[in-house]
Each structure stands twice: as structure tokens, then as C-alpha cells.
């Protein structure tokens, strides 16, 4: 999403960026907020001094805000100064370019933003669908990952922790789903779709299937129950069908996890 009031730096940007990527463009802040609470798109670029809502304002609102905290933000400005600067990162810029800006150093800034994004993605899939039995409450932040928990920013992390926390309570639920998650985190279910597979690069339901697959492994590991019970306890009413989603998950069945 480009987000710029100047009509010939948004064609500029947009002309850079277009054989590269889809692109948004917005003419001012307030129509860039509302566009990207709703698109949600993976990065935004957007000038500072703009009518209707300046780039600081808009960048702390998508920063403090659970929809978009994680998308990244680079912000253009015609000011060098320093203090100028400085506001943009204590609003949560993620890159700060002083116009005129060079188009490979703003390409470069762009696929280094969307590859962290990445880095982000493979983390939290690799901790999901290992079945490694550790417990799934430690996924956010990210025990253990540094490099990654430092680019997972708080917000993000409460949100992952929330949202692993509603799917535990209601893990035996054979009708929990979508929409009744989208309804517990107060998001529309497009919204919560396209952030948690920024997060996670699993689809809503992907995601409640792996939940309930980890908590499925730390049952079996506890010999404490049988598979028909697990299966139940993790809101599975068919064994067979249990068994095939976990070896889907994890390339071996209940049985053979066991022996």
C-alpha cells in the first residue's frame, strides 16, 4: 500500500513498485487507515506530511493497532532532521527514507521488510508442526528464537498467546471454528484470516488444527489416556478421521507416535 497526497510520487512509487507487486494507492492518511484495516496489505509505504492524517499519527495507529501492529511501515519524508527521525521510529516506522530517495534503495528496504515478514512465518509454522510435545503455550514469544522474538513485536505476541489460549479453552468443542474465533478476538473472520497467515502462513483453520494437534502430542505423551479419548479431548468426534489429520500433521499415526 503507498499512502501519498503528491499524485506524481504515488504514480513514481506505484510505476517502481507495480512489475514487482500489487499495489494500493491511498491519496492521504485517514483514506490509507481505512483502506488497510480492511485489506490489511503486507507492507505500507507511506509519506509523513499529509492532509487529513499525517504518516506519524497514521503509523502510530496501525502500530498500536491488533489488526494491522504487524504490518511493516516505511516512512517518507522531505525533513533530514534528526528529531524529525526520531519520531517516525518512536511511532514504530520499521524505515525512515528522506525524499529524494533512490528507487533501489527503497526495492531493497521493501523485499528486506517482506523477508523478515517470512522469517517470522517459517518460525511459527516450524513450532506448529514440529510435534516436538513442547507445550504450545510457549510459541509466543517464541522461546528460544531471538533473532525472531526481537521482530515479533508485543502486540503480536499477545495476540498469538490470546488467540492460542481462546482455541485451548475451547479445544473439545466440535463446533468451535472461524467464526467463533473472529467473534472472541472482536475481528471481522477476512481481517483475522489475513493476519494470522501474516503471523503464521496457515489459514484460520490450519491453525485451530494445529493447536489441537500439539495438545493432542503432550496427551499422548502423558499415557494417560486412550486414542478415542484424546481424539474427543481435542474436539474430534471420528478416530479415523483423528488419526488421519494427525499423521497428515506429523507423518505417523496416533498408534505409531506412541510406539
Known sequence: MVIEDNADIRSFINNSLQNHYKVIQCVN???GWESATECIPDIIISDVMMPEMDGFTLCNKLKTDERTSHIPVI?????????SHINGL???????????FSVEVLMLQVSNLLKLSEKIRESISHKLKSGDGTPISSLSPLHNNNEVEKLLNSIDNEFLSRVISIIEEHIDSLEFGVPHLAKAVAMS???????LHMLTGMPVNDFIKSIK??????LLQSKRYNINEIAYMVGFSDRKYFSKEFKKRFGKTPSEFLS
Open 189 to 195: 473472520q477476512p481481517v483475522l484470516y489475513k493476519k
Open 75 to 83: 516512512l517518507l519524508t522531505a525533513k533530514a532532521m534528526s528529531s
Open 213 to 218: 494437534m500439539n495438545n493432542a502430542v503432550l
Open 90 to 100: 518512536k511511532m514504530g516506522a520499521d524505515v525512515y527514507l528522506t525524499k529524494p
Open 29 to 31: 492518511g485517514l483514506e
